[in-house]
């Protein structure tokens, strides 16, 4: 462990060989990929960060965009690590600090996951030399008051947190943020609120060494009870994610396709517009491209400007996308076509629209449709 550590380890008192977790949450979108990835570029390098990545589905999107920039990430995929991947979350955390003797460990959980049993899970490691430093809540200022009524998940991560960053808040009016941030504290009064940077830039003195005082909180009897549900309920119910979202996942590759070459770039972009934010909640996963590509936050001087095909990382969330072209991941799937994941609601009458734009076929499709209580 380096001796930089030292400057974001805590502020209480733990021994130096015990590794702090930061836990990052969010719902669907929020955009705690782009926030993280911006923050490790502003530490030290020699400060060893490692992440621990929570995807939905098991297209490796994020963990991919992620190794683009040369970070350390160990990935869970097809389930939540509040209930499904809850042994296999201890078992992660051992093998990174064995492997990599990180400084620190980033979790990043599935949109869908229960911050509150994470962080218990966490606290039960403490002999093994790990220290759980704050769990951190990214809310995405445009969509969260049209999901908060919708989604429990939403409102447990505002609810059980040390910290919350507003996020896309530039892209919102003053009257429209004094809402957002009404409706938080309809949740969550006390716990700091601060803005991410309009490129999703934070300090790390922000939110490094921040101690987290929810297991105080959750030791108040009015709180037991419920936090005691809440952790109960993910436990028993290893699919409580299926009540709240559509998934749909499309698998194509070279050789089993009439489409050898690649998605048309112009027709899957206007594709991407085409999706309406209300039901399509993220798309993600990796796609085959042919032709120039700019994606909606790109200026046009940083976009692609090849006739070849390539691999692009597709990352759509409520209306607004982001296209990267790989690199580093691009030789480990030489016959990919296409590998998303789509989560959303009502997505069942959007299919032959989403098959149609992935240029896929009924078989080519996972569908895993929400079990809403009548």
């Known amino acids: 462990m380096s001796s930089i550590a030292n400057m974001h380890k805590s502020r209480s008192v733990i021994d130096a060989d015990t590794t702090p977790v930061t836990v990052f949450t969010g719902f ?60 296999q979350m201890k078992r992660a955390l051992e093998e990174m600090k064995a492997k990599y003797r990180p400084d620190r460990i980033i979790i990043e959980t599935s949109g869908s996951a229960f911050p509150a049993p994470i962080a218990w899970q966490i606290r039960e490691m403490e002999s093994s ?109 290893l699919s409580h ?42 798309v993600k996963g990796i796609v085959r491209l042919v032709g120039s590509v700019t994606d909606s936050e790109t200026s046009p001087a940083n976009s692609s400007k090849t006739d070849d095909s390539a691999l692009y990382i597709v990352n759509h969330a409520f209306g607004r996308y982001t296209l990267t072209c790989l690199t580093a991941y691009a030789h480990q799937a030489p016959d990919v076509l296409v590998c998303v994941t789509i989560l959303g609601t009502g997505l069942r009458m959007h299919l032959p629209r989403l098959l149609q734009g992935f240029m896929a076929s009924e078989i080519e499709a996972t569908v895993q449709w929400a079990q809403r209580p009548e």
């Not at 669907?28 to 995807?55: F, H, Q």
């Not at 979202?245 to 027709?267: A, F, H, P």
């Open 129 to 237: 030399g790990f220290h759980l430093d704050a769990i951190l809540t990214v809310i995405d200022c445009i969509n969260f008051c049209g999901y908060e009524d919708t989604s429990y998940t939403a409102r447990m991560q505002a609810q059980y947190t040390d910290l919350i960053l507003l996020n896309k808040w530039s892209h919102v009016t003053e009257r429209q943020l004094d809402i957002v941030v009404d409706h938080i504290n309809e949740l969550n009064t006390d716990t700091p609120k601060i803005k991410v940077g309009s490129d999703g830039s934070v300090d790390p003195e922000m939110i490094f060494g921040l101690d987290t005082t929810l297991f105080a909180l959750s030791e108040r009897p009015s709180v037991v009870a419920d936090l005691s549900s809440t952790i109960g309920s993910a436990g028993r119910n």
């Open 241 to 282: 994610h299926a009540h709240e979202v559509d998934l749909v996942e499309i698998r194509r590759n070279q050789g089993t396709s009439l489409v050898e070459d690649g998605i048309c770039s112009t027709e899957f972009i206007a594709f991407l517009m085409s999706l309406p934010a209300e039901d399509v909640y993220r």
């Open 28 to 87: 669907l979108g929020a955009g705690k990929t782009t926030i993280i990835i911006d923050l490790l570029k502003r530490v030290s390098p020699k400060y060893n960060i490692v992440l621990l990545k929570n995807e939905f589905g098991d297209a490796e999107t994020d963990s991919a965009l992620a190794r683009e920039s040369h970070i350390q990430v160990t990935e869970m995929t097809n389930g939540c690590l509040c209930c499904v991947l809850v042994g």
